[in-house]
Every structure is written in structure tokens, then in C-alpha cells.
């Protein structure tokens, strides 16, 4: 049942990443997309400070669902290597430990940060009865955080095993109960804000329940750890789930300061980055897509110590990011109107939406590239590097470009400024990646070599 499980070790790896990412990013876009709803409802409400709300919360659950992200990018990483190893039984402790190790510290986590609301909503820049908005949505919101993270590892359990289209539906039912509740309760109960806060909980219900079931009736279930499991586990666990963890805290540290500096240029500015913040992961969903998809490729592979099957995989990403950001872009450029009029954006909010809409679309390249190298550098046991990278990128590759653009540009500067430091910190991402492969690969290749060195040594010296 193991090595049935392993379906990345053969086959077309352009055609593993495509259906990968595909489903993967359907799943994604089905969440996303209720958040892009979400905003056009509240600017059908027309009130600008319920919008600018959602986009200072938006930044803190960013902030909260990195945690689960960086747990299920460690579950997916050991279950995919045990399965590339042959070794069912302990993919299937690595899912369960990984999972109830998640739900417990992300349970805590929720708890900090509900307790400080008011500080983290003030530290992006909210003030008044915007951040009062924003507090009262995140207090029903955030509690649901453990059962999000149930389904996030959930998900990359599945995607461990290759069950790409049970992933998706994971994320796709939630999309759908949060779709489904958002107008009866934002219009119908005329609840505004607090409806959808109270349809995402909602959904991350729906969400936890449909990543568990799968797993339960099509992949083996989970195993019953006891104390010595979860303390054999906890060090792989969290040795990967630590960098991973830090290196997700960076992009939402980094979107926070992008907030708190566009804040500088009044309301209807944070407002179009609410909406961009909105539409982005609707548009490149795919790409958000990337390492979840192709950390289950590199990693059965990695197991299986075929390195120049794991060199390809990660090229074959690159090129099917470059095809996607194109794509997306173009279509970006073409309904930027329409975009426009469906937020009803107005001055510097449809400045920057028109904006995101041109030449920054092809910057995501460059991000798509940060993508598949942390998930290169996750799946190899180097997830240091990921977070090295990722702090980099949203630190010295955001804020002095940041302040230096918007020096010059204003509001858009803030996001001109963020795409360069993007391009910088791409290219870096992917040269690292080449030569964390290279060194994983060269042990392996030198053993046969040095075997014949040593017999060699010892002929001479009997001589």
C-alpha cells in the first residue's frame, strides 16, 4: 500500500505539477474567492471603514494562519518522504502526530493572539472605529484557528500521498459553506461585518471535517501514539515545522508593514490594497499553490535519493510559474476596468488597483520562484534556508525599498517598491535552491569513488 502510495517517483513531473497545482489552487481559489465576495459585499455596503477593517484584519490572519501553515508544510514534508521510503506505517504516526501536535499549539497560539487584539490591529495601523471594526471581527474569527489548522495539515497529508483532487476539496468545501452563509448572514440577518466573521468560522468547520474524512476511509487513517511516539516525533516534527513556522511569519510581518506604510497615505489608500490583498490570491492562486504541490513531488523523490528526478521537478516548477504569471497577467491588464468598477474604486484606490493591474502582475514571477525554493528547501531537510530567505525577502527586500519608493511615488510607491525587492530576493531564492540540490546529490555521487579510493589504499599499503 506504501510504495502504490509514492505516485511521484514515475510519470511526466510537468504533468505531476500541473495537476498538483491545479487542484491544489482550485481548493485555494475557493477560499480566496469568498474572501474576494466578501469585499465586494462589503463595498456594496458603502461604507469605506468596514473595507479598510477587513483589510487591517486581513493582515492579522495572515499573521495567525502562517502557524498552520508552517505545520502542514512539516507534515506533508515526513509523510512524503516515509512514503517515498516504502514505509507506511510511519507516514501514517508522522500524519497523526503531526496533526494533534498542531491542533494543541495552535490552540495556544489563537489564545495569545486573541488576548491582544487591540495592540496587533494597532501595530498595522488601525486607530478609532476602524480598528474597533476590525477587533470585533477577528474576536469571533480567530478562536476557529485550531480547526484551520486541522485541515491545512489535513490537506498536505493528502497531497503527501498524491490525493491531489481530495485535497482540493478540502478548502473547496469551505469555500462553499462560506459562500452559502456569507449573503444570508452579512444581508439577509443584516449582521455586516459580524456575518462574516461568523461565516468564516463556518467554515473552517466545514474545512476540518472534510480533510479528516478522506483521510480516515482512503488512506490508512491515523495511528494510536502513545508518549513514546509523540516524543520520538516531536524533534523531526518541529525541526521542520520551527523554520517553516518563522519563515510563513515573515510574509504576513512583511504585509503588515506594507499596511502600516500605505496607512501613511490615508484610508481609501489602505482600502485599494484591501482590494488588491483580496484579488491576488484569487488571481495567482495557482502560484500560492506551488509549494504544496511540488513539496510532495521533491519530497518521495528525495526519499527515494533520486536527486536528478528532484532537479527537474524544481526546473519544470519554474517553467510552469512562468507560463501562469503571463497568463494572469494579461488577463489582469485586460479587466482592469471591469475589476475597477465591481469594487467601485475611486482615486488613489483605483490608482493602485490599475497599477497591480499592469506591470506588477508580471512580478509575481519572482515570488512564484521564493515559492518552489522554499519548497525545495523544506522537502531536502534544509528549511533554514526557507527562512532565511522568506525574512530577507520581507524585511531588507520590503522596507528600504518601501520607504525609498514611496518617496518618490507616494501609495504606489509602497507597492512598487515591495515588487522590487521581490525580483531581488527571487533570484537569490532560486540560486540557493541549485546549490542545496547539488550538495544534497554530490554525497551519493563521491561514495562509489571514495570505496575505490580506499581499496585502492589498501593495495598500496600491503605493497
Known amino acids: 500500500m506504501a510504495q502504490e502510495q509514492a505516485t511521484f517517483l514515475k510519470g511526466n513531473l510537468f504533468g505531476h505539477i500541473t495537476v498538483m ?13 469568498v474572501d474576494f465576495v466578501d469585499m465586494i459585499f462589503i463595498s456594496m455596503l458603502g461604507k469605506a471603514e468596514l473595507a479598510a477593517a477587513v483589510g487591517y484584519a486581513g493582515a492579522i490572519l495572515f499573521f ?25 506505517d510511519e507516514a501514517r504516526m508522522r500524519a497523526t502526530t503531526a496533526l494533534i501536535y498542531g491542533f494543541a499549539f495552535g490552540a495556544v497560539f489563537a489564545a495569545v493572539v486573541w488576548a491582544n487584539l487591540r495592540g496587533l490591529t494597532g501595530l498595522v495601523g488601525a486607530s478609532g472605529e476602524t480598528q474597533a471594526l476590525a477587533v470585533g471581527y477577528l474576536r469571533i474569527v480567530i478562536p476557529s484557528l485550531p480547526l484551520l489548522l486541522v485541515g491545512m495539515v489535513g490537506s498536505a497529508i493528502l497531497r503527501a500521498h498524491g490525493a491531489a483532487r481530495r485535497a482540493m476539496w478540502v478548502t473547496v468545501t469551505g469555500g462553499i459553506v462560506n459562500a452559502v452563509l456569507d449573503p444570508i448572514l452579512i444581508f ?69 508593514y506594507v499596511t502600516r506604510a500605505m496607512a501613511e497615505f490615508g484610508e481609501e489608500a489602505v482600502a485599494g490594497l484591501a482590494v488588491i490583498s483580496r484579488l491576488t490570491p484569487v488571481a495567482f492562486g495557482t502560484i500560492f499553490a506551488l509549494s504544496g504541490a511540488v513539496g510532495p ?11 536528478k528526478r528532484v532537479r527537474r521537478a524544481y526546473l519544470a516548477a519554474l517553467a510552469f510559474t512562468a507560463l501562469v504569471v503571463v497568463a494572469v497577467a494579461l ?4 479587466l482592469r476596468g471591469p475589476i475597477g ?50 525574512w530577507g525577502r520581507h524585511t531588507a527586500g520590503t522596507i528600504p525599498f518601501v520607504i525609498l519608493f514611496a518617496g518618490w511615488f507616494g501609495a504606489a510607491g509602497v507597492l512598487i517598491g515591495q515588487a522590487v525587492g521581490g525580483v531581488l530576493f527571487g533570484l537569490l ?10 550538495r544534497e546529490e554530490a554525497p551519493r555521487e563521491r561514495a562509489p569513488f571514495q570505496r575505490h579510493a580506499r581499496l585502492m589504499q589498501l593495495f598500496f599499503n600491503r605493497r
Open 331 to 334: 488577463i489582469l491588464y485586460a
Open 64 to 88: 495567525t494562519s502562517s502557524f498552520g501553515i508552517g505545520m502542514s508544510i512539516a507534515a506533508g514534508a515526513l509523510v512524503a518522504r516515509a512514503l517515498g521510503a516504502g514505509d507506511g
Open 21 to 33: 497545482s491545479l487542484t491544489a489552487s482550485i481548493g485555494l481559489m475557493a477560499v480566496f474567492l
Open 188 to 256: 439577509g440577518l443584516d449582521l455586516e461585518l459580524t456575518g462574516a466573521a461568523l461565516a468564516s468560522f463556518a467554515s473552517r468547520v466545514a474545512i476540518a471535517v472534510a480533510a479528516i474524512l478522506p483521510i480516515l476511509r482512503h488512506h490508512g487513517g491515523f495511528a494510536r501514539p502513545g508518549t513514546v511516539d509523540f516524543a520520538k516525533d516531536f524533534k523531526p516534527i518541529f525541526s521542520l515545522a520551527a523554520p517553516a513556522i518563522l519563515t510563513q511569519l515573515a510574509t504576513p510581518a512583511g504585509q503588515a
Open 297 to 307: 513531488i521533491i519530497g518521495q523523490n528525495f526519499g527515494a535519493g533520486d536527486f
Open 429 to 438: 531564492s532560486a540560486w540557493l535552491a541549485m546549490r542545496v540540490i547539488a
Open 341 to 390: 468598477a465591481l469594487f467601485q474604486v475611486e482615486g488613489v484606490s483605483r490608482d493602485l488597483l490599475y497599477l497591480f493591474c499592469g506591470p506588477l502582475a508580471l512580478a509575481w514571477f519572482f515570488n512564484g520562484m521564493v515559492f518552489v525554493s522554499n519548497a525545495s528547501f523544506n522537502n531536502l531537510g534544509h528549511p533554514l534556508q526557507s527562512t532565511w530567505i522568506n
